[in-house]
Nanobody, 128 residues
Framework: QVQLVQSGGGSVQAGGSLRLSCALSGITTDSVCVGWFRQTPGKEREEREGVAFIYIARGTTDYADSVRDRFIVSQDNAKNMVYLQMDSLKPEDTAMYYC??????????????????WGQGTQVTVSS
């Protein structure tokens, strides 16, 4: 059974930092893409924004323009963990954040509708 369990998040003032963690189990990570998505209040699931992606086998990453140079996605293969380090946070980063896992090609398409496995979500709130 595939499980993604998230931790981290919370509240911080603008300019601060937070780190989100995503623990993967029940999945072979050799050809897995892990994406971080966020959903703001009032938006539907289909409107989740993909902010960071990592292809586990090669460690290659990609970021949305809105978070590039502020967020870093990384992995710890020994622990089957993926992290999202978020620095220089802005109020507009406030959202529920989700990690998701799927096949390698999803790191190219980056469409949240494609990812079959999801974490439970964690709230990030940035105050001005």
């Amino acid at each position: 059974q595939v499980q993604l369990v998230q931790s981290g998040g919370g509240s911080v003032q603008a300019g601060g930092s937070l780190r989100l963690s995503c623990a993967l189990s029940g999945i072979t990570t050799d050809s897995v893409c892990v994406g971080w998505f966020r959903q703001t209040p009032g938006k539907e699931r289909e409107e989740r924004e993909g902010v960071a992606f990592i292809y586990i086998a090669r460690g290659t990453t990609d970021y949305a323009d809105s978070v590039r140079d502020r967020f870093i996605v990384s992995q710890d293969n020994a622990k089957n963990m993926v992290y999202l380090q978020m620095d220089s946070l802005k109020p507009e980063d406030t959202a529920m954040y989700y990690c998701a896992a799927g096949g390698r090609r999803y790191c190219r398409t980056q469409d949240e509708l494609d990812f079959p496995y999801w974490g439970q979500g964690t709230q990030v709130t940035v105050s001005s």
